[in-house]
Every structure is written in C-alpha cells, then in structure tokens.
C-alpha cells in the first residue's frame, strides 16, 4: 500500500491529496502547515507545493498494487 508507518495500529497510510485550503480563523496557527513546510524545505516530492492543496497522481494507484 502506501509508505510504511510507525503508528501502532496500522502497517502504512496512503495519502493521494497534501495541503489544505483555510476556511476559518482556526486555521491560523495550522499545525498541519508547519509540517507541510517542513517537508517542503527537506525535499519531499508530496510536499514541493507546500501546503497548497494538491493532488499526487503517482499516489492514486498505490493501494491497488
């Protein structure tokens, strides 16, 4: 399926759609966003976007291999 995971109740995550789209005052101190650009700045491919809410099509067929 998708990459490998070190949570305890799951052996990987799939996650076709990064980013998000902020819809409310809640969203300002966005913790999902600080990761997002976290993972920008180390190269991830998923993240070269940011957190600009994208599509991954490479992802879209992962579960059924």
Not at 38 to 57: E, H, S, V, W
Request: charged letters at 20%.
């Amino acid at each position: 399926m998708g990459a490998k995971s070190s949570i305890e109740w799951t052996e990987s995550t799939w996650n076709p759609v990064t980013g998000c789209t902020k819809v409310s005052p809640g969203c300002k101190h966005c913790y999902a966003e600080r990761i997002a650009e976290r993972l920008q700045a180390m190269g991830q491919r998923n993240y070269r976007d940011g957190f600009k809410l994208t599509l991954q099509p490479h992802m879209l067929n992962l579960p059924l291999q």
